[in-house]
C-alpha cells in the first residue's frame, strides 16, 4: 500500500478542507467562544470570583481558566465534526468521499483531524483572552498539551457518532444542549469536588469530562482532584470506545448506504 | 478484459420493494454505452451499487477485474460519477471542490491544481473557478459534476442523466466533449431519459426495466428491429381530408401537414409518387419520434403489460 498516496494525501486533503470550512465562517465558529469565554473571565473570575477567594489554595480566575479552557476545545471540537459530517450527509457531498478510495478509517481520522484543528484553533484563541485577565502559567507542558489534544479526538469522536445518527438539525443540537453541556458544567469547572458531600463527590466520578478538567488544570496549574494516571487511562478507554464504534459505523455504512 | 461485469446483481431494500432482480450485465472497455430504463427501473440503483454508495444484497461487481467485495479500493480508483443531483458542496469555490477530490484520489495538491484547471478549461468553467458553487447557473453546475468525476483521469465514468435540464446548446456541447473523451479511451457509461442523446452518443444498450434487463444489444441491431415508423410530413397544398394510399395509413394533422405510418417493408418512395400523382408535394419531412423512443416505449409497455394468451 502506498503510504502517501492511499492515506496521507486524503487525511491531508481531509484536513485542509474542514479548516478551510471553519475559517470561512470564523463568526460563527471561532470569534463566539473567544467572546463568551471573555464573559466567563470576567463575571466569575473577576468580578464574583474575587469575593470568593481561593479555591485549593489558588486565585479563583485561576481555578477555572482550565476548565473554561478546555470547555471551549470540547464544545468546539464536537461541534465541528458534528455539523461538518451532517452536512456533509444532508448535503450529500459525503458521496464525494464515498466514491473515492478512501479508506474508512482514514474518513474518520481527517474528520477528527478537522475537529482537532477547531479545538485548537479556539483553545488557543481562549488561552490568549484569558492571558489577560491572570497572568497564566504552565505546570507541566506534557500533560496540558497530551490532555488538549486527546481531549480533543474524544469529542471529535462523539460529533462524528451523533452526525451519522443524526436525521435532521435538531439531531445535532440534542446531544450538546443536553448532555455535553451538563456533564461539562458539573466536570469541576467552576468547583473542586472535595467541597462536595460525599455521595455527590462519588457521582461526579462517573464524570468522564470531570477527568480531563481536572488533568487539564493540573498541567496548568498543578492541581488535581484525581489521580493523573486514572485521567489519561479513562480518556484513551473513551477514545478506543468511540473510535471502534465509528468504524463499525462507517464500515456497515449505517446512515451513509442505503 | 471488460470495463463492468455485473452477475446476477440483486437489491432489496429493507422495507422496500426488490429493486434489482439479478441483472447481468457486461460493458466492453472503451464502450459508449447506454443503460435505460423508465422512472424507478433500477438504473439508479445499479450505478449507486457499482459506485458503493448502496450496499447490493447479492450478486458480483467487478470492474476492470477489480472485485467490488475483495478490492473495493481497486474498484473505486477506476470509476469517476456524474450523479443526478448536484452533489457537492454549494459553499466552496469551484477549484476548490476539484482540488479536494483529487486529493480524495490521493493526487497532491499542486498536481491536483493542473489537473482541475485542464478540466475546468475544457468544459468552459475556469472564468468561474473562484465562483462560489451555489452561485452557478443549472448548466454549471452539471459542467462542474463532469469536470470533478474526471479529475482523477478515471478509465470508466458513469454519467447518470448529466444533461437533465440544460438548454440544447450547453447539451450539444457536452456531448460533444464527452464523444472526445470517449475516443481517448475512458468507457461510458450513460443513464438518460432523452433517447436521442443515447442514439447519437451510444453504440451498445441495455434497456432495464422492473429490477431486470429486458435489452441488451448494439444500437444498430436494436433500431433493425423497428418495423414501423412514423413520419410527419408538411406539404405544398392544404387539403380537407387525408389522401388514401394504399399499404400506408395516413391522417391529417392540419391542412398542410400528414402523419404517415410506414412499413419497414414498403419504403417511402412508393408513398411520395402516390402523393404526386395526387399533386400533393412534399416540401419536408420529420420522425414523428425519435426511433429508440418508439423501442423504448413498446419494450417497456411489453415489459410491463405483456400480451395475454387468449385461448380460442
Redesign the interface.
Known amino acids: 500500500m502506498n503510504f502517501r498516496t492511499n492515506v496521507w494525501t486524503p487525511f491531508t486533503t481531509l484536513v485542509i478542507k474542514e479548516f478551510n470550512r471553519f475559517i470561512r465562517i470564523w463568526v460563527q465558529t471561532v470569534l463566539p467562544p473567544g467572546i463568551t469565554m471573555a464573559l466567563y473571565f470576567a463575571i466569575f473570575g473577576k468580578l464574583i470570583g474575587e469575593r470568593i477567594g481561593e479555591m485549593d489554595g489558588y486565585a479563583y480566575i485561576d481555578f477555572i481558566v482550565p476548565g473554561l479552557i478546555l470547555m471551549a476545545v470540547i464544545t468546539n471540537s464536537y461541534a465541528n465534526v458534528v455539523s461538518s459530517f451532517y452536512q456533509a450527509k444532508f448535503g450529500r457531498f459525503i458521496e464525494e468521499i464515498l466514491v473515492s478510495p478512501v479508506p474508512n478509517w482514514v474518513i474518520l481520522a481527517g474528520y477528527v483531524g478537522g475537529g482537532v484543528a477547531r479545538g485548537m484553533v479556539v483553545g488557543v484563541l481562549v488561552t490568549i483572552v484569558a492571558m489577560f485577565f491572570t497572568d497564566l502559567q504552565v505546570h507541566n507542558y506534557l500533560v496540558t498539551l497530551l490532555v488538549f489534544f486527546l481531549t480533543s479526538v474524544l469529542f471529535s469522536l462523539g460529533g462524528f457518532i451523533n452526525a451519522v445518527y443524526a436525521r435532521n438539525f435538531d439531531d445535532i443540537a440534542i446531544v450538546p444542549t443536553f448532555v455535553l453541556t451538563p456533564l461539562t458544567y458539573l466536570g469541576g469547572i467552576f468547583y473542586s469536588i472535595q467541597l462536595l458531600p460525599d455521595f455527590w463527590q462519588m457521582a461526579s466520578l462517573a464524570n468522564p469530562i470531570l477527568y480531563m478538567i481536572n488533568a487539564f488544570r493540573y498541567g496548568l496549574i498543578g492541581i488535581s482532584d484525581i489521580n493523573i494516571a486514572w485521567a489519561f487511562v479513562i480518556i484513551l478507554f473513551f477514545i478506543a470506545v468511540l473510535a471502534s464504534f465509528s468504524m463499525r459505523l462507517l464500515n456497515k455504512g449505517i446512515g451513509l448506504r442505503s | 478484459m471488460p470495463a463492468l461485469k455485473i452477475t446476477n446483481l440483486r437489491k432489496t ?2 422495507r422496500g420493494p426488490e429493486a434489482l432482480k439479478g441483472i447481468d450485465l457486461t460493458v466492453e472497455s472503451g464502450d459508449f454505452f447506454a443503460l435505460l430504463g423508465p422512472n424507478g427501473a433500477g438504473k439508479s440503483t445499479a450505478i ?1 451499487i457499482i ?5 447490493k444484497s447479492d450478486g458480483k461487481v467487478e470492474v476492470f477485474g477489480h472485485d467490488l467485495d475483495t478490492d ?3 474498484v ?2 477506476h ?1 469517476g ?1 456524474v ?1 443526478q ?1 448536484f ?5 466552496e469555490p469551484v477549484i ?2 476539484l ?3 483529487a ?7 499542486s498536481d491536483a491544481a493542473q489537473r482541475a484547471e485542464k478540466r475546468l478549461r475544457q468544459l468552459n468553467l475556469w472564468e468561474k473557478r473562484n465562483t462560489i458553487a451555489r452561485n452557478l447557473s443549472g448548466g454549471m453546475k452539471r459542467r462542474l459534476l463532469i469536470a ?1 468525476s474526471l479529475v482523477h483521469d478515471p478509465k470508466l465514468l458513469i454519467l447518470d442523466e448529466p444533461t437533465a435540464g440544460v438548454d440544447i446548446e450547453i447539451r450539444m456541447s457536452m456531448w460533444e466533449f464527452l464523444r472526445k473523451i470517449n475516443e481517448e479511451g475512458t468507457t461510458i457509461i450513460l443513464t438518460t431519459h432523452y433517447l436521442e442523446e443515447a442514439e447519437n452518443l451510444c453504440r451498445n444498450i441495455a434497456i432495464i426495466d422492473n429490477g431486470i434487463i429486458i435489452e441488451n444489444s448494439s444500437i444498430d441491431v436494436l433500431l433493425e428491429r423497428l418495423q414501423q415508423e412514423i413520419f410527419v410530413l408538411d406539404i405544398d397544398v392544404a387539403v380537407s381530408e387525408a389522401p388514401t394510399i394504399e399499404d400506408y395509413s395516413v391522417t391529417l394533422r392540419n391542412a398542410q401537414s400528414l402523419q404517415v405510418t410506414v412499413d419497414k417493408a414498403c419504403g417511402l418512395t412508393r408513398l411520395f409518387c402516390s402523393l404526386a400523382e395526387q399533386n400533393i408535394e412534399v416540401l419536408s419531412l420529420r420522425n414523428k419520434q425519435n426511433r429508440l423512443e418508439q423501442l423504448f416505449l413498446e419494450m417497456t409497455r411489453e415489459s410491463r403489460h405483456p400480451v395475454e394468451e387468449s385461448e380460442g
Request: aromatic share 14%; net charge positive; hydrophobic share 35%.
Open positions: 431494500y429493507a449507486g459506485c458503493s454508495l448502496v450496499n473495493l479500493l481497486g473505486k480508483r470509476i460519477l450523479p443531483e452533489n457537492f458542496n454549494q459553499f476548490e471542490i482540488i479536494n477530490q486529493g480524495y484520489y490521493g493526487i497532491e495538491r470533478r
